[in-house]
């Protein structure tokens, strides 16, 4: 819970930092890459493992109870 609170200070300010504009991701392995589809690309992978994580959990019983903070 900690690391949660920690989390929800600082993203605000790292979300303002983001030039979502730039026409580069500022990885190098995504040359000429739009920072705003690498951003788009980074949820919907996160969203790929969490989904993964979550069938492998309840295929073992296993039904977290998922925490949510506003």
């Known amino acids: 819970m900690d690391y949660i609170d920690f989390l929800s200070e600082r993203i605000g300010g790292l979300l303002?930092?983001?030039d979502?504009?730039?026409?580069e991701?500022?990885?190098?392995w995504y040359a000429s890459?739009?920072?705003?589809?690498?951003v788009l690309l980074a949820l919907?992978?996160?969203?790929?493992?969490?989904?993964?994580?979550?069938e492998l959990?309840?295929?073992?019983?296993i039904k977290p109870d998922w925490i949510s903070r506003r």
């Open 16 to 18: 303002d930092a983001l």
């Open 57 to 61: 959990l309840f295929a073992r019983g």
């Open 33 to 38: 890459f739009p920072k705003m589809d690498h």
């Open 44 to 54: 919907r992978h996160l969203g790929v493992h969490v989904g993964q994580l979550q």
């Open 25 to 28: 991701s500022g990885f190098p």
């Open 20 to 23: 979502l504009e730039s026409p």
